[in-house]
């Protein structure tokens, strides 16, 4: 199933930047294709990209608000909002372990061998702070004599920008070489910062930044598709803790909002069948080996 | 289907929050589309956002 998770990571990867002309046009994809919103975190100023990124779309409607509603223009960002929710509903964070391409980074940084670290789990709160502050408020609240607000998360932090869209556009366009500054060497050593964390901790920036990994978080306990735990069956080994990659106790908290459903605990750790996934109530598949539901030590 | 599979899918009752979810977050994108919202998202998605590679 591991290898099934990796092959879709890469289909979505390659279906969310799957125009190769730009070494040639030496620009953006500039198609129909980018009114479809990506999954996952995917820079649409990436010279591949063709979907667009929900997080900077949603910080571009919301920043352009006052001027959109000065114009007669009612663009409250409700069709990026119902797409991500959607997706949010169907799926969850099993988005995260799927179908971004960031996060499928960050597990490819992992396999580097070196000593590895967890991230404390207070840190994963920060990432609903930069949801609210950063996506949503300061590019409604501030905005410029105009009317335009910025989009802060984009312009100050977003890593997958900096690597999916800066860095390739510098290449591919050497007159923005000269208008590089503070901005951009900030937002740099903010991806170096992660790569860097990613060989050490399991997707940190998943856990404790990713304001799109929040919003899918908030479907954790409402989500169609998600792993469940049959309680008879639990030992309470623990073995489920040790192999998640986002540091969640399944056993513990079954709609943890961390879970990204890769299904290593069902997989890798559970002997007893304890947990099964499941579409709306109704597993999908339970793995059956012949055992009874087993008593609590 | 493996007899512990079809035990539990009669057991389980379906969760209606997530159809619920799914509807409500349709209905927002449909608005979203009725008042023209897409062709503003790809207006703003085929121009090259120079903040969101730390340009701009």
């Known amino acids: 199933m591991e290898a099934v998770r990796k092959w879709v990571q890469v289909i979505m990867g390659f279906l969310m930047n799957s125009s190769w002309s730009f070494p040639f046009t030496r620009t953006i994809y500039q198609g129909p294709l980018k009114v479809l919103c990506a999954p996952g975190l995917n820079c649409y100023s990436c010279p591949a990209a063709t979907t667009y990124c929900p997080l900077g779309s949603l910080q571009q409607l919301l920043g352009g608000l006052r001027f959109a509603l000065e114009n007669g223009q009612y663009y409250f960002g409700f069709s990026v909002l119902g797409s991500i929710g959607v997706l949010g509903g169907l799926f969850g964070r099993m988005i995260c372990g799927w179908a971004c391409p960031f996060g499928f980074l960050q597990e490819l940084l992992h396999k580097i061998p070196s000593r590895k670290f967890g991230v404390p789990r207070i840190l994963s709160q920060g990432k609903f702070v930069f949801l609210l502050v950063f996506v949503i408020i300061l590019p409604l609240a501030l905005v410029d004599a105009s009317g335009l607000g910025s989009p802060w998360f984009c312009k100050f932090i977003c890593p997958a920008g900096t690597l999916e869209a800066g860095l390739p556009l510098l290449w591919l366009q050497p007159n923005l070489r000269n208008t590089i500054g503070l901005l951009f060497f900030n937002k740099f050593a903010i991806l170096l910062l992660f790569l860097g964390w990613a060989v050490f901790a399991s997707r940190p920036f998943c856990r404790t930044v990713c304001p799109l990994g929040a919003f899918y978080a908030l479907f954790s306990r409402v989500r169609l598709l998600k792993l469940r735990l049959d309680e008879s069956r639990c030992t309470n080994c623990k073995a489920c803790h040790h192999v998640c990659p986002m540091g969640v106790k399944f056993n513990e908290s079954p709609d943890d909002p961390e879970c990204i459903t890769c299904l290593a605990c069902m997989n890798k750790a559970c002997k007893f069948d304890a947990i099964s996934l499941e579409i709306g109530g109704i597993p999908l598949a339970v793995p059956d080996r012949g055992l009874s539901p087993v008593s609590k030590p | ?56």
């Open chain 2, 1 to 56: 289907m493996s007899r512990t599979t079809r035990d539990l899918r009669k057991k389980s009752p379906i969760r209606k929050a997530p159809f619920v979810v799914i509807t409500a977050f349709l209905l927002l994108w449909l608005i979203g589309v009725a008042t023209g919202e897409p062709g503003r998202v790809l207006e703003q998605a085929v121009q090259v956002c120079l903040s969101c590679i730390g340009i701009g």
